[in-house]
């Protein structure tokens, strides 16, 4: 059982490149969501999503997009990278509801954008 | 308003001492959860306790124990005789109800030391 999956998991691109950080969950998970994490900042929810062909923004969305055409994978697109999008980014998901759901996380894609 | 506080940027306690970090949050929910997770150096989220917000009892994991104040609206996680594996950053979260999104909120975090 793999959980969360992210890659890649280092990745140095330049100003104005695109990228798609990958994340795919084996748990049937409804639920799945990117944050990014920034010293001080804690962890701000980029995107997520409750199922298969719906998405919704979170806190800091610009310049990020993505898709769930699948319950197993959701994919963060960088359309033009900033040096403001410098970060580690965090996939994770979970089943829906309320109880114990407990947010299960990926290892984490450390970006750096020049 | 930030849904979640975490007020202790750094935290020191002596190891086999016990430590609390404090979380307050902000919801109009009736039903919501709340959650601690703990960042060790390498970098992974590691989930260590949930409280419910109708459950009655402190929620208590090993070592790991919330202090669950509704009214107050805080949820303190107490860490008992710390080890100096417990060095980490320390998240608090809170899961709001389905009508409102079921989202996830996390806090700014505390990073707690523990000196032998």
């Known amino acids: 059982n793999a959980g969360v999956t992210q890659t890649p998991k280092f990745q140095v691109l330049k100003t104005g490149q695109s990228m798609t950080l990958q994340c795919a969950q084996d748990m049937n998970h409804e639920y799945m969501s990117w944050y990014r994490q920034d010293p001080g900042m804690g962890l701000r929810l980029i995107h997520y999503?409750?199922?298969?062909?719906?998405?919704d923004q979170g806190e800091v969305p610009n310049g990020y997009n993505v898709s769930r055409s699948t319950t197993e994978d959701f994919p963060l697109r960088l359309l033009s990278a900033a040096p403001s999008q410098t970060s580690v980014y965090f996939c994770a998901s979970s089943d829906r509801g309320s109880g114990a759901n407990v947010l299960t996380f990926g290892a984490g894609s450390r970006l750096t954008v020049l | 308003a930030q849904k979640i506080t975490q007020t202790q940027p750094g935290m020191f306690v002596q190891e086999k001492e016990a430590v609390t970090l404090d979380c307050t949050y902000d919801?109009?929910?009736?039903?919501?959860?709340l959650f601690w997770y703990k960042q060790p150096s390498s970098g992974e989220m590691i989930f260590l306790i949930y409280q419910g917000s109708y459950d009655e009892q402190n929620a208590t994991e090993g070592r790991y124990s919330l202090n669950f104040q509704k009214a107050r609206k805080s949820a303190n996680l107490v860490i008992s005789a710390s080890q100096l594996g417990d060095s980490a950053m320390y998240f608090c979260?809170?899961?709001?109800?389905?009508?409102?999104?079921?989202?996830?909120?996390f806090g700014t975090g505390t990073s707690l030391t523990v000196i032998p």
């Open positions: 999503s409750v199922g298969a062909g719906i998405t």
């Open positions: 979260a809170m899961r709001e109800g389905l009508l409102t999104g079921n989202q996830f909120y």
């Open positions: 919801t109009s929910d009736q039903s919501y959860g």
